[in-house]
């Protein structure tokens, strides 16, 4: 029996566009620790889920919130070569370390997915997509990570009043494909009237395309992280 564990780690960060005129953009990235081994015959475990956070934190914070391209080892801003660069830097390698898995949580296309309303989280039914951007909040002050150019890869959900009408449905699955099509892999600080580019004045900025469309909008949430969300609600 091959036993292994896993712990992810998350970072945002943003990066040049290959091939381009020094375009960015950004996304989420996770970062996965492999450890393989035989459990500790006392404590049961293969390694101690502190010890894995200890060995890797300090490298994923360092890259989080920054330009890749501008990391020393990182000019190549690819997923293996960001593996490559965390294990040259876990040193000594520990035992139980198999191996580090880095995935970019990219968007490579329009996707529109159903929510059903949900009364414990008190959300109407509504549309979801995803789309991955860079980012600076420039007006914070020198010092703060988000002033840093960075990224994300947000999750946008819409609600809006009869949208189970199959015209409102259609009327606004080509609105937040517009949307997706001005977002995803943009450098927000350059569309107007995202400045700065902060959930709230997203919320704000998708809430009023709705109505200018005349939709009648109940719900426009923006997910930046898996633990940070921005909710505009129209009670």
């Not at 450098?187 to 902060?198: A, F, W």
């Amino acid at each position: 029996m091959n036993l292994r564990v896993i712990k992810s780690f998350y970072f945002e960060a943003a990066r040049r566009i290959p091939g381009s005129d020094n375009e960015i953009t950004g996304c989420s990235y996770r970062v996965d620790v492999i450890a393989a081994g035989s459990p500790h015959p006392v404590y049961g475990w293969i390694v101690d889920f502190g010890d894995m956070k200890a060995a890797l934190d300090p490298l994923v914070r360092h890259l989080d919130h920054s330009l890749l391209d501008d990391v020393p080892g990182l000019e190549n801003t690819a997923p293996e070569r960001i593996r490559a660069w965390l294990l040259d830097r876990i040193q000594p390698r520990p035992a139980w370390l198999e191996d580090i898995r880095v995935l970019a949580l990219t968007v490579d296309c329009f996707r529109l997915i159903d929510l059903p309303a949900s009364a414990d989280e008190h959300l109407p039914d509504r549309v979801a997509f995803h789309f991955a951007a860079a980012q600076a909040l420039d007006v914070l002050p020198a010092g703060h990570p988000c002033r840093n150019l960075h990224g994300h890869t947000y999750r946008v959900e819409a609600g809006v009043e009869q949208l189970r009408q199959p015209e409102t449905r259609a009327k606004l699955e080509s609105l937040l494909a517009d949307v997706f099509g001005q977002l995803n892999n943009a450098h927000l600080n350059r569309v107007p009237g995202l400045q700065p580019p902060t959930c709230e004045r997203m919320a704000d900025w998708l809430w009023r395309r709705l109505e200018n469309a005349g939709l009648r909008p109940n719900l426009v949430a923006i997910q930046e992280t898996h633990k940070n969300r921005c909710e505009c609600r129209g009670d």
